[in-house]
């Protein structure tokens, strides 16, 4: 607006059709960096702009868009110059962000995980399709260091993609200056006493959420039993469409926010229920108190509830494989369906369980058969086949098989005995 | 309470009311326990004479626990004609009806205690309980173990003819009593609560599916007595009352199936208990009955169902032969319940392999985790541990 004001009282001749200027004055000249101009930058892309001025700090990220020359500035005089073509402000090349160049997230290798085979498994499997997966089990069991552990999993994000994830952080203003465009999805572990808003998105000035800050990637709720009930709930909306909604006055506004939701609570509240010789304490009633914390809708949302214990022998076990073994074979699943199908086997519709998608009519008899045999749902039967999908990917198989849908209904979430 | 400033005159209510009548009224007053009543009845003679008698009269016997007074006057104002009406009308929209000790249906095995409850209220078919029973008793806090051998109890009592009596409590009760359902069987539910008011209320599909199968749901609580805490210790003595022998699956210290037990061992019913770990405290009520000679340990179903002079439903069940890896899990759970990871462990499959084993041995009902990471065989797999 100070640029306007100089050109139209005329004491500054300069073009501002073909420039966006992006920035926040300070009172003494300087310009502060603003949330989201990472976004501004992309909307402003294929419009008469060519040229967009930012503030230093949101430099790179402006950078990273491509397609329109980004010009840091520090403070204001240093525009008007270059405006009156006086002093040029320096060209920041798009280059010098390179893709693929930024380390991937900090986790734990799952080198580290002391046995729990049966939970890597799950954690390859639901990394791969992704598939919600919770982690149950006692305290110090290691569902928390394992679910870390899964943030090395993620495959590398595609250009178009990985640009998606980085405008919401940069609205949010959560984006690293000096990575402007990981390729590496994002690994989201808010604590547990978030508040609904900041879980799911909202507030006065629209702010991105937990949930589409984790788009692309995975939303980890450690504790899960210990969220606001109302904040969990606010998820569903966004495990089924992949978006938030925000009702306002003057209208709907849909943030992306099609996340993987990984869990990890204990089964009862001394948290030993269910585990061979160790005791529960528990009343049946404060068990079903305790999972109910969960409702019921969110706990049908689970693909994988996997219910880890001590095991039997902790350093029996030889060396474990280790992340960049499991992430190789993620990847390649991964882009088997890519190949296939455009998206991930979560984002399969039920109408897509056909020989087309791998499922064979033995399979289709098979699910409706342990439908009737475990009383499970149509929709159970749906995520599990779901599963199944991923599992068959994993195994480098195109179609899926019966020993394929077994496993993946041995994860499904089961109820308290009556 | 019952019946506030409704009804006919007092004077004419009473009078014509029958012995039967009186004798549901009277037990309906408050602090008036099995004993009382009958103390009662047999000082006066009978119910009517008793409720004629009028405070004076019922007091004088000295054994009215507190409330009694006001209960009765209450009563007494409505007339035992009506209240016992309306009591009926009530009862009967729970599905139930009255059955008093002077009624030709009342439970023969009840008719000898000393005090038996005076009124009960059934609901379902009432022939189930002139059959031979056992009760399977025992904690809330159930391990999967208990509820894995509750649920075994339960199943083989119910195929061998015998009714399962239990609580309909959390735990170990509701598996027998489900498993008892499940496997096509009768079983009785001493409730502790009225019958409109099954409690716990988590147990109100169960206790359906119980009168459906041709159980019965027992009480000794009228509707609309006052609530209180269940009464628990009534509802145990009944339980025991009407079984010929209690078998305590699984009870820490000072639960409430002890009760059940000592109750067990006043009216003398036989009494059998199922080990648990030496250091689990969910075993201890249990080890300590059997250490102290109290009951008889149950070292395997097969061999309860000796003792009670049944012998054991012996068919297999109808399963296809399984494969290598599913023979082999069910194989090791044969010889020691554990978690997948145990069982990777000590098959050397791969969880992959295992996880899909375990969910085709599930849908055949051969293995079940009642919620927990650890699996248990059924009993049907244990019927098939010799052919495999």
């Keep these: 607006m100070a640029t306007a ?60 868009v491509g397609g329109v020359d980004v010009r840091p500035a520090a403070c204001f005089s240093q525009v008007v110059r270059h405006l009156a073509g006086l002093a040029e402000l320096e060209l920041l090349e798009p280059g010098e962000t390179s893709r693929g160049s930024s380390p991937r997230v900090d986790a734990p290798d799952l080198a580290s995980v002391i046995g729990q085979t049966v939970g890597r498994r799950a954690l390859e499997i639901a990394i791969t399709g992704r598939h919600n997966l919770a982690f149950v089990g006692p305290p110090g069991v290691g569902k928390t260091l394992l679910a870390r552990a899964g943030a090395g999993l993620l495959p590398s994000l595609a250009q178009d993609e990985a640009a998606e994830v980085s405008r919401i952080h940069s609205v949010a203003g959560v984006a690293d200056p000096h990575v402007p465009m990981s390729p590496w999805p994002p690994f989201r572990a808010p604590h547990h006493t978030i508040s609904m808003q900041a879980l799911v998105g909202g507030g006065p000035r629209v702010r991105p959420g937990e949930a589409s800050l984790a788009h692309r990637g995975v939303l980890f709720l450690d504790e899960t039993l210990q969220f606001r009930t109302d904040a969990l709930d606010a998820l569903r909306g966004p495990i089924d469409a992949g978006t938030v909604l925000i ?75 280790t992340t960049a073994i499991v992430a190789a074979r993620v990847a390649a699943a991964t882009d088997a369906q890519r190949t296939r199908q455009g998206r991930s086997n979560a984002e399969l519709a039920p109408g897509d369980l056909t020989a087309e998608h791998g499922f064979g009519a033995p399979l289709l008899d098979l699910l409706e058969l342990r439908g009737r045999q475990m009383g499970l749902s149509l929709r159970r039967l749906h995520r599990a086949a779901r599963v ?31 | 309470m019952i019946g506030v400033g409704a009804g006919p005159s007092p004077m004419t209510g009473a009078l014509r009311a029958s012995e039967r009548e009186c004798w549901v009224a009277l037990s309906l007053v408050p602090g008036i326990g099995p004993a009382g009543f009958a103390h009662i009845v047999r000082r006066h003679g009978t119910a009517a004479a008793a409720w004629t008698a009028g405070p004076n009269g019922l007091e004088s016997i000295g054994r009215l626990g507190p409330g009694a007074k006001d209960g009765l006057a209450t009563l007494r104002r409505e007339g035992a004609r009506s209240v016992v009406r309306r009591l009926t009308e009530r009862t009967a929209q729970a599905g139930g009806r009255i059955v008093t000790g002077l009624d030709d249906d009342y439970p023969l095995a009840l008719r000898t205690l000393d005090p038996r409850p005076p009124t009960l209220f059934v609901a379902g078919d009432g022939t189930a309980l002139t059959e031979r029973a056992v009760a399977i008793v025992g904690t809330r806090r159930a391990s999967g173990y208990g509820l894995a051998t509750a649920t075994d109890l339960g199943d083989e009592l119910a195929r061998a003819g015998i009714v399962v009596v239990s609580g309909l409590a959390l735990g170990i009760d509701g598996a027998a009593h489900r498993a008892a359902v499940n496997a096509g069987g009768r079983t009785v539910a001493v409730l502790p609560s009225p019958l409109n008011r099954v409690y716990p209320p988590r147990h109100r599909g169960l206790a359906r599916d119980i009168v459906r199968g041709g159980g019965v749901l027992i009480s000794e609580v009228a509707i609309g007595a006052p609530v209180g805490r269940p009464d628990f210790a009534r509802r145990n003595r009944i339980i025991a009352g009407l079984s010929e022998a209690v078998v305590v699956v699984e009870a820490p210290d000072r639960s409430g199936a002890l009760l059940t037990a000592a109750a067990a061992i006043t ?5 059998y208990a199922v080990p648990g770990q030496i250091d689990a405290q969910a075993a201890r009520g249990c080890n300590r009955l059997i250490a102290d000679h109290e009951a008889v340990i149950v070292t395997s179903v097969g061999g309860l169902l000796r003792q009670i002079g049944l012998t054991r439903d012996r068919k297999p069940p109808a399963v296809n032969t399984l494969s290598e890896v599913e023979a082999q899990v069910l194989q090791r759970l044969l010889d020691r319940s554990g978690s997948i990871e145990e069982l990777v462990d000590r098959t050397h499959q791969p969880p992959a392999s295992v996880a899909s084993a375990l969910t085709l041995l599930e849908a055949r009902g051969l293995v079940n985790t009642f919620g927990g990471a650890t699996f248990h065989p059924t009993l049907g797999a244990r019927r098939l541990g010799g052919v495999i």
Excluded at chain 1, 29 to 49: K, N, Q, S
């Design chain 2, 267 to 271: 009216i003398g019913r036989e009494l």
């Design chain 1, 5 to 64: 004001i100089l050109v139209a009282s005329g004491q500054l001749e300069a073009d501002l059709g073909r420039v966006t200027l992006i920035g926040e004055l300070a009172l003494d000249g300087t310009l502060r960096p603003i949330p989201g101009a990472m976004a501004l930058v992309a909307a402003a892309r294929g419009t008469d702009i060519v040229e967009a001025i930012v503030p230093v700090e949101n430099g790179p990220e402006s950078a990273a």
């Design chain 1, 247 to 321: 009702t306002r006055v003057d209208g709907i506004l849909a943030l992306p926010a099609r996340f993987m939701l990984l869990a990890a609570f204990n089964p009862c509240p001394c948290g030993w229920f269910g585990v061979d010789r160790r005791e529960c304490r528990c009343e049946d009633g404060a068990r079903r108190r305790y999972q109910a914390r969960l409702s019921g809708p969110m706990r049908d949302r689970l693909d994988l509830v996997i219910p880890l214990d001590p095991g039997v022998r902790w350093f029996a076990h030889g060396v474990a494989e």
């Design chain 1, 388 to 418: 199944a999908r991923t599992i068959a990917d994993l195994a480098g198989s195109s179609h899926v098989a019966s020993e394929h849908l077994d496993e993946a209904l041995q994860h499904r979430p089961k109820e308290l005995a009556a």
